[in-house]
């Protein structure tokens, strides 16, 4: 099914033990890697019984293990044994078992777990048309159909070349497939009409140390043997063979067919992966045993060298001459292909002619020449298993370079699987839509198909051949890709993916499901967007392949420049290039050009054939001469070569219809290549003559070598990694080529900005989407510092307002980078913004250069990091202007020496061995960022007491000295505190991000009131006492409206950073100013302190400005008499509801449940029961509501609650107000349209603005 398997296992060389001089009958097993399955149901073997895994339930080999290993007991000495019991005794007691066991048992449970009943096999009995007494055990013919046959054997009995030659006679007159069982080990085959048998599955029944292999074999054998597959396979065909008239197919053009075509592809990408990594898994077992198989030989060979030499000695050869002849062998011996009878008389030692060395020599001779043909042997059967193993190898050696340091090996075998099926699955589709285009006649569709099968029959009955074959895949797929590859030669020329080939059956489901659509309008990335949906999201993000949206890349073209006739003659390179999304809308823009400058659009029937034809060459000439693509993935360079080879179609199919020639196309220039390896001259600038050429190595080695300044275009998606979580990456900031936008963490974006700087020539455009960091964080700066610079200017930003504008399911703040190479500094950058690609493109503006790209006040803090101000919007500039103006320091200027800052009082973790629940005489209580509220009242968490001994807690090495360092340094600090301490805790850093502004909560620490924060909170305290009004004072200026629009307009990291807060610009303060920000922030903190204790107290809730109280909550605490809602439907104030399954909060929506006549009841049941998602039968007795007097009472205390609430929460934005004027005129801000500009933020920050909008409200009326 997966490939001619000519394996080692095969050969008698094979089967003769390391460890024996001579050889056996047989073979040992292919399998080391065995899987244990994860569930077994009501079996009582403990060893087949372990944890399930996710996603492993139901299984083919969890049903293989339940349905037959569990079900099966066998009568021994008194006793009923389970299976894997018997399996366990000892061969002798075991001997002569097939009849009673493998037969009546293990056999036919295995064919019924295979889809088969009793009425579907024969046993035992030769068929009627023949006279031979030699017969399979099993012959299967489900409905009369010959399907397989079953040989099994005792339990102690081993598979050898044997079993093949009797399988080879039993299955003539059959399609060729067979099982062979001893009852252990299961072995799935096909024998085609001529060569070796394939092995399609090979699983021992034995359970092993866990290894997901055998699980592939064990789906694979239920995939390719089910009773299904046998009688499913007739109809499938006669569903493709339909008469061309008569084929009902849907346009895959439209987003619905896309889906459908998605959805329907699935089930076969599964399956076909199925058999590929069952295919692959073979390999490498069978691989396994050939090496250990060849190493025999090798010792071997030493062993008779030995032997030689010993024999020699005893002859009286002695010194030089027997020295240098053991050599002369050694080295002949270490290549044992090469070894020839001549070879080694040429080594013949003129002394050997005595008798007893003459017999030494001539037995050595012949041995050597017997295990030098031995080798050979093994060698070749060898042949085709090493093709998908090293097929395998160069597939992961290019694929680790993408993944993450966590990928296992399993997980790149499943990868590996998954996209070799898929480029299978791609080749059958280009087939598919040159059919339908009309460059191919019909081979797999409808009347061709037909045909191809009429004459495989009529040449099999002229034969005389009864095999039951179909489709004869390996004939038929070779005629096919002849075919195909006349239009494109490349495609069909990938060793990485070649060596798959699934049965007849496999095939057939893939015909059948293309066989539903009509391709030939198919243009975009189909193909991508198939995969993207095959494989699952996790997997999806771990593999790095997303498919960049289509509108997002028309953007960035547009923002490059690509289009209009200046195109033409220009060069385009994606570097990381995938599936191809760039180039193929590149290929769209290039074609209306070249279009264009013959005066036609494309596709106009009705212009002159000579320059559609002028237009079509061109094009087809562009094409794979100026779009270059590299893309270290093997199989998204597959992708994109065919789809853009899907965008030269239309062209070569009107030449073909002009001049009746096909336009072969060599390959398009898309190079399987990591990017990021270059020649060591661009690397390290040295020079160029002493360059090794690596040209075979590297099939983009020339573009790299010679690349540079040789593309108009750089455009692309890179992706976004950083160095650490990558497998074996390079130091790259070692490198000088590198270094050069390296300032800190090596994302992988920041290299790619390196190369686009190399590959861009004069005058040239680069195009980007990366993450917002470019802009503003510390580890771009140097980047930022090559893009505005001599050689290099911005040219525009677009800025996307929310994460998923990049991929869906995936959270990433980008924009979009053009900067153009040239010494001319541009006046204006153009600004875009929005929170979706069609809202940028509505949006336009020009900051002036300098205003974005000298923006930030370096001269005051280096932490700055010559940081970016780009925010499409003229008031936010004039405002940063105002501010920039009164600024005189900075936050950490201002506190240097009087607060410290740091993350918490002490490390979590490393004080954990002091963390206790309960108090004790010593002991500190501890609060943890979760247990933090904005401006809320203090909580505690937990306790440290110091007073436990590490050591003795059982801490040693590193654990032991961090825990004693944060005790004496830390913990010992706050327990001696003598004297007031205030203290300020901003949020925890994953809930202090730029989109939102900076909280956080204010306390003071005393000799009565000494506390711990931990790690998860960025604090501020009081080096003494005399400097608590300051802490106060940075507090409120940094919780104030001013920090938090200063913060939005430059940070660009997930979360807030010490550096971004210690860079706070800070206006002119004297004593009066610190003292007033102290007070303002002092009354801040009180009423918020205020509020959250009245919404605890009424059981309320905060969330987006608005006050809920807890309905259910608060009856509980009001202390009022209850009833349930079955006693309020049997009073008759409730009506009862048809539904009693339903969810309560449904029933209310449908009014099925509600009051009789009675409004303030109904109000009632809205405010306890209109979120209760629990069924109505499960909760109709519980005491959820207010007895009937008191609902006129529940409702008052309701409104009450609500009110105090809503005045706590008034007050305390009147105290929001209150500090943020006074922070309005420490900076100067008198203008009312800043001041709001200021409150609503920039369009980024899109978190708050309710209670921005309630804050305005009292600021401005």
């Not at 295979?114 to 024969?122: A, F, H, P, T, V």
């Not at 399988?167 to 003539?172: D, E, F, G, P």
């Not at 070649?498 to 007849?504: A, L, Q, R």
């Not at 401006?935 to 961090?962: C, E, M, N």
Request: proline letters at 4%.
């Amino acid at each position: 099914m997966h490939r001619r398997l000519q394996s080692a296992a095969w050969s008698p060389a094979v089967s003769r033990p390391a460890d024996a001089g001579g050889a056996t009958d047989h073979l040992t097993s292919p399998l080391q890697t065995d899987m244990v399955p994860s569930r077994l149901v009501d079996s009582e073997d403990p060893s087949l019984r372990r944890r399930k895994g996710p996603g492993r339930s139901n299984s083919a080999a969890d049903s293989f293990y339940s349905e037959v290993v569990a079900s099966i007991h066998i009568p021994h000495d008194g006793e009923r044994l389970s299976y894997l019991s018997y399996l366990a005794l000892a061969e002798d007691l075991r001997s002569n078992d097939e009849a009673a066991v493998v037969d009546q048992h293990f056999t036919r449970k295995l064919l019924q777990w295979l889809g088969y009943d009793e009425s579907d096999w024969i046993y035992n009995r030769p068929p009627r048309d023949t006279a031979t007494q030699a017969v399979p055990d099993y012959r299967v013919i489900p409905r009369g159909l010959p399907a397989f046959i079953v040989e099994d054997k005792n339990t102690t009995e081993r598979f050898t070349r044997r079993h093949v030659e009797q399988l080879r006679r039993y299955v003539a007159g059959t399609s060729g497939y067979a099982i062979w069982t001893n009852g252990r080990e299961v072995i799935g085959l096909r024998f085609p009409a001529q060569g070796e048998p394939e092995i399609l599955a090979r699983f021992q029944v034995l359970p092993l140390p866990d290894g997901l292999a055998q699980e592939a074999s064990i789906a694979n054998l239920r995939e390719l043997f089910h009773c299904q597959r046998y009688t499913e396979l007739p109809k499938i065909l006669e569903r493709i063979c339909v008469d061309e008239d008569e084929w009902e197919r849907t346009d895959v053009s439209t987003p619905e067919a896309r889906e459908k075509f998605i959805s329907s592809t699935k089930g076969i990408l599964s399956r076909l992966s199925l058999a590929a990594r069952a295919g692959i898994d073979h390999a490498l077992a069978e691989t396994n045993l050939a090496r250990q198989e060849l190493a025999r030989i090798e010792r071997a060979l030493e062993n008779e060298l030995d032997g030689l030499i010993d024999s020699l000695k005893r002859g009286a050869h002695r010194g030089r001459e027997l020295d240098d002849l053991a050599n002369g062998l050694r080295h002949l011996i270490s290549r044992p292909m090469e070894i020839t009878e001549d070879r080694i008389e040429s080594l013949r030692p003129a002394t050997v002619a005595q008798y007893q060395n003459e017999i030494a020599w001539e037995r050595y001779k012949q041995v050597v020449i017997e295990l030098s043909m031995e080798y050979r042997e093994a060698d070749l059967q060898w042949a085709e298993a090493r093709r998908v193993t090293t097929a395998a190898e160069v597939w992961k050696t290019r694929h680790k370079v993408i993944e993450s340091e966590a990928t296992t090996e399993e997980q790149r075998l499943q990868a590996y699987a998954e996209q070799v099926a898929y480029a299978f699955f791609l080749r059958l589709l280009s087939a598919r839509i040159l059919e339908d285009r009309g460059l191919l006649p019909r081979l797999i569709s409808d009347g061709g198909l037909a045909r191809w099968r009429a004459l495989l029959h009529s040449q099999l009955e002229l034969l005389g051949d009864t095999e039951a074959i179909e489709l004869l895949p390996e004939a038929l797929l070779a005629i096919l890709y002849r075919k195909v590859s006349r239009c494109y030669r490349h495609f069909f020329s990938q060793p990485v993916f070649d060596w798959f080939e699934p049965d007849e059956y496999l095939l057939a489901r893939a015909l059948a499901v293309l066989s539903e659509f009509d391709f030939r309008t198919i243009q975009e990335d189909i193909l991508g967007f198939t995969y993207e949906a095959y494989i699952d999201e996790v997997a999806r993000g771990k593999k790095g392949h997303f498919l960049t949206r289509a509108e997002l890349v028309e953007l960035i073209l547009s923002e490059a420049g690509y289009e209009g006739r200046q195109v033409l003659g220009r060069r385009l390179l994606d570097p990381a290039a995938g599936s191809g999304s760039f180039l193929v809308q590149a290929a769209r823009r290039l074609r209306l050009a070249i279009y264009s400058s013959e005066g036609i659009a494309p596709d106009d029937e009705s212009a002159e054939p000579a320059a559609r034809i002028r237009a079509a060459r061109a094009y087809l000439t562009y094409l794979q001469r100026d779009l270059v693509g590299m893309e270290i993935n093997p199989f998204s360079c597959y992708l994109a070569e065919l789809n853009l080879y899907i965008q030269a179609l239309d062209d070569v199919i009107y030449l073909f219809q002009q001049t009746g020639e096909v336009t072969e196309i060599d390959r398009f220039r898309i190079y399987n290549t990591n990017s990021l390896e270059l020649p060591h001259t661009v690397l390290y600038d040295t020079d160029p003559d002493l360059e090794i050429k690596k040209t075979s190595l590297d099939e983009a080695w020339n573009v790299k070598h010679d690349g540079r300044e040789f593309f108009h275009y750089v455009v692309g998606n890179p992706p976004y990694v950083n160095r650490g979580i990558v497998t074996d990456a390079p130091s790259y900031d070692a490198i000088p080529f590198y270094r050069q936008v390296l300032s800190g963490d090596s994302n992988t974006f920041l290299l790619f900005l390196a190369l686009a700087q190399h590959y861009t020539s004069i005058g040239g455009v680069l195009s980007y989407v990366v993450p917002i960091n470019l802009l503003g964080d510390a580890s771009a700066m140097a980047a930022r510092s090559v893009f505005d610079s001599e050689e290099w200017h911005v040219e525009s930003v677009v800025r996307f307002y929310r994460r998923n504008v990049l991929f869906s399911g995936v959270l990433q703040r980008v924009c979009v980078f053009t900067a153009r190479r040239s010494r001319t500094k541009p006046e204006v950058v153009h600004l875009r913004g929005g929170t979706t690609v069609s809202e940028v493109r509505r949006s336009s503006f020009q900051a002036r250069y300098d205003d974005v790209t000298k923006a930030s006040p370096d001269e005051l803090n280096g932490r700055w990091k010559r940081s970016w101000l780009c925010v499409p919007a003229e008031i936010h500039y004039r405002i940063w202007h105002q501010l920039r103006r009164r600024v005189v320091t900075d936050v950490e200027r201002l506190a240097r020496g009087r607060i410290v800052f740091q993350q918490g009082d002490v490390n979590k973790t490393r004080t954990r061995v002091f963390r206790r629940q309960a108090a004790s005489e010593h002991s500190l209580p501890i609060t943890c960022g979760s247990q933090v509220v904005d401006f809320g009242p203090w909580k505690r968490d937990a306790f440290i007491d110091p007073t436990i001994d590490p050591k003795a807690a059982g801490l040693t090495g590193q654990r032991l000295r961090d825990a004693l360092r944060e005790r004496a340094e830390r913990i010992e600090r706050v327990r001696e505190l003598d004297h007031e301490e205030a203290v300020f805790c901003l949020k925890d850093n994953v809930g202090m991000e730029p989109v939102r502004p900076i909280r956080g909560a204010l306390y003071t620490r005393s000799p009565d009131h000494r506390f711990l924060l931990d790690h998860t909170l960025q604090i501020g305290y009081a080096s003494t006492a005399a400097d608590n009004e300051l802490v106060r004072a940075v507090f409120g200026l940094l919780t104030s409206v001013v920090s938090s629009y200063v913060l939005q307009l430059f940070s660009t990291n997930a979360h807030v950073t010490t550096n971004e807060l210690l860079r706070t610009p800070v206006p002119p303060l004297g004593e009066r100013e610190l003292a007033a920000l102290a007070e303002a922030a002092e009354a801040l903190q009180r009423a918020g302190e205020n509020l959250h204790r009245q919404l605890e107290s009424h059981s309320a809730r905060l969330w987006l400005s608005e006050i809920t109280l807890d309905g259910p909550a608060f009856l509980r605490r009001s202390g009022l008499r209850t009833t349930s809602i079955d006693v309020m439907i049997r009073r008759r104030r409730l009506t009862r509801p048809e539904h009693h399954g339903w969810k309560v909060s449904r029933l209310l929506r449908s009014g099925e449940l509600e009051a009789v006549d009675d409004g303030d009841l109904q109000q009632t049941l809205t405010l306890l029961l209109g979120q209760l998602n629990r069924s109505f039968d499960r909760v109709q007795h519980e005491e959820l509501l207010p007895a009937e007097s008191d609902v006129p009472r529940f409702l008052d205390l309701i409104a009450r609650g609500q009110a105090v609430c809503e005045n706590a929460y008034e007050r305390f934005l009147h105290a929001r107000a209150q500090l943020d004027r006074l922070a309005f005129t420490l900076y100067g801000v008198s203008s009312s349209a800043w001041q709001r500009a200021m409150i609503e933020g920039v369009p980024w920050a899109v978190e708050g603005r309710e209670e921005s909008a309630r804050l305005a409200k009292i600021l401005f009326g």
